[in-house]
């Protein structure tokens, strides 16, 4: 084996170097491509970051999103209260350093108890379309994706991470991660080639999931092959897993700067805007707060439909829900109607034919109101919130 020793390199036609190496082993490239994927929109997930936390930035409900797209889930683990949070990072830890601001974290309340029917995991559920439209080959042994994160746990040992695809016949893709240490940020990357027997349908349904394993007690657990793809069976998710972070006491489990790329080679990950970020999360998920006024007309003696509009398309048909905000003001709507006024605190659903694919406005119907069937009326939101609810 020998290496080739340069300073730089450079095309006999070009007028500048392509690469130029550094003393440290480093070099500083010009690339127009990065490992069969393209500059720009190489993350094929949203919220990598965990910039965006619409719903709440802490919560001990079960699931619970403590970034935008990215769900923990837990059951019977007798480890307290669990709690779900978006937290911040410090100018010592090593990803702030790479422009990393924040995180999500799962914090135990106690030590738990390692039951057969234990599970704890985080889950971000990409739509089938924006996978199958990647550009990467799914079917062909000889194309790639790659996987990376930043991780961090008051454990040292080994954690298990997957992508599964859902279309057709399950399929599994299962691999294993450790901490450098106890409370110390690591990246991990992890490559992964196509396989013949996936299948991911170009549909807004979901389509590939990434789901990072904390504990899974042995009704989940037998003799999981690593490294490669198998169907995916619900009692042979993993092999059988150590039960360290969950009896500890009250541990943490920490994520940031999740990337999944096409091609073989891991990038820097692809930082993007707030907006950009926030606005994608919409597709999913859009809380719409207080202080909201809209037209509407009565529809019979007792509702109203009212047209709201979303920032940008949802995936789906929303459900929709209400709750008090943090300014602790209850959710309520009041219509102003051609003889006075009437208040409601029911949830409001969707119209009749109330959302089209592709359009950001959405009827609303909510009743326990007195109105005139046709009438026209305004509706105002002074307090509380409707949230819009497509999640795969």
Same mark, same amino acid.
């Given at each position: 084996?020998?290496?080739?020793?340069?300073?730089?390199?450079?095309?006999?036609?070009?007028?500048?170097?392509?690469?130029?190496?550094?003393?440290?082993?480093?070099?500083?490239?010009?690339?127009?491509?990065?490992?069969?994927?393209?500059?720009?929109?190489?993350?094929?997930?949203?919220?990598? /970051?965990?910039? &965006? !936390?619409?719903?709440?930035?802490?919560? @001990? %409900?079960?699931?619970? +999103?403590?970034?935008?797209? =990215?769900?923990?889930?837990?059951?019977?683990?007798?480890?307290?209260?669990?709690?779900?949070?978006?937290?911040?990072?410090?100018?010592?830890?090593?990803?702030?350093?790479?422009?990393?601001?924040?995180?999500?974290?799962?914090?135990?309340?106690?030590?738990?108890?390692?039951?057969?029917?234990?599970?704890?995991?985080?889950?971000?559920?990409?739509? /089938?379309?924006? &996978? !199958?439209?990647?550009?990467?080959?799914? @079917? %062909?042994?000889?194309? +790639?994706?790659?996987?990376? =994160?930043?991780?961090?746990?008051?454990?040292?040992?080994?954690?298990?991470?997957?992508?599964?695809?859902?279309?057709?016949?399950?399929?599994?893709?299962?691999?294993?991660?450790?901490?450098?240490?106890?409370?110390?940020?690591?990246?991990?990357?992890?490559?992964?080639?196509?396989?013949?027997?996936?299948?991911?349908?170009?549909?807004?349904?979901?389509?590939?999931? &990434?789901?990072?394993?904390?504990?899974?007690? @042995?009704?989940?657990?037998?003799?999981?092959?690593?490294?490669?793809?198998?169907?995916?069976?619900?009692?042979?998710?993993?092999?059988?897993?150590?039960?360290?972070?969950?009896?500890?006491?009250?541990?943490?489990?920490?994520?940031?700067?999740?990337?999944?790329?096409?091609?073989?080679?891991?990038?820097?990950?692809?930082?993007?805007?707030?907006?950009?970020?926030?606005?994608?999360?919409?597709?999913?998920?859009?809380?719409?707060?207080?202080?909201?006024?809209?037209?509407?007309?009565?529809?019979?003696?007792?509702?109203?439909?009212?047209?709201?509009?979303?920032?940008?398309?949802?995936?789906?048909?929303?459900?929709?829900?209400?709750?008090?905000?943090?300014?602790?003001?209850?959710?309520?709507?009041?219509?102003?109607?051609?003889?006075?006024?009437?208040?409601?605190?029911?949830?409001?659903?969707?119209?009749?034919?109330?959302?089209?694919?592709?359009?950001?406005?959405?009827?609303?119907?909510?009743?326990?109101?007195?109105?005139?069937?046709?009438?026209?009326?305004?509706?105002?939101?002074?307090?509380?919130?409707?949230?819009?609810?497509?999640?795969?």
């Amino acid at each position: 084996m020998s290496t080739l020793k340069v300073d730089a390199i450079r095309h006999n036609s070009a007028t500048s170097d392509a690469i130029t190496t550094a003393a440290d082993g480093t070099c500083t490239a010009k690339l127009t491509s990065i490992g069969g994927g393209g500059l720009s929109h190489r993350n094929l997930l949203i919220n990598g /970051a965990m910039n &965006i !936390a619409q719903r709440y930035t802490s919560s @001990t %409900s079960h699931p619970a +999103y403590g970034a935008d797209r =990215f769900r923990w889930g837990f059951g019977n683990h007798s480890a307290g209260t669990v709690t779900a949070s978006q937290q911040s990072l410090t100018s010592s830890d090593t990803p702030y350093t790479l422009g990393f601001r924040k995180y999500t974290r799962l914090a135990l309340g106690q030590a738990g108890t390692a039951a057969a029917n234990t599970y704890i995991n985080l889950t971000y559920k990409a739509e /089938a379309q924006d &996978i !199958a439209n990647s550009g990467w080959d799914y @079917t %062909s042994a000889s194309s +790639y994706i790659t996987v990376s =994160f930043w991780f961090k746990c008051s454990t040292n040992q080994t954690f298990y991470a997957e992508c599964k695809t859902v279309d057709g016949t399950a399929q599994s893709y299962v691999f294993s991660f450790t901490a450098s240490g106890n409370n110390t940020w690591t990246k991990i990357t992890k490559t992964i080639p196509g396989n013949s027997n996936l299948q991911i349908d170009n549909d807004a349904n979901a389509g590939f999931d &990434i789901r990072w394993y904390l504990f899974y007690g @042995t009704d989940y657990t037998n003799n999981k092959t690593l490294n490669s793809w198998s169907a995916y069976s619900g009692s042979n998710i993993l092999p059988d897993m150590a039960s360290t972070w969950l009896t500890a006491g009250a541990s943490t489990f920490d994520v940031t700067g999740v990337q999944v790329e096409v091609g073989d080679t891991v990038t820097t990950f692809e930082h993007r805007s707030y907006q950009d970020e926030f606005l994608r999360c919409c597709r999913y998920y859009y809380k719409l707060e207080r202080r909201f006024t809209a037209a509407g007309r009565g529809a019979g003696t007792s509702a109203y439909l009212a047209s709201v509009s979303t920032p940008v398309p949802l995936r789906a048909q929303p459900t929709l829900g209400t709750g008090t905000n943090s300014s602790s003001e209850s959710f309520s709507i009041r219509v102003y109607k051609y003889d006075g006024i009437s208040d409601s605190s029911a949830t409001p659903t969707v119209g009749t034919g109330g959302w089209a694919a592709g359009n950001n406005h959405i009827t609303i119907y909510q009743g326990s109101h007195s109105v005139v069937d046709d009438r026209v009326l305004n509706i105002y939101m002074g307090g509380g919130y409707i949230d819009f609810n497509s999640e795969l």
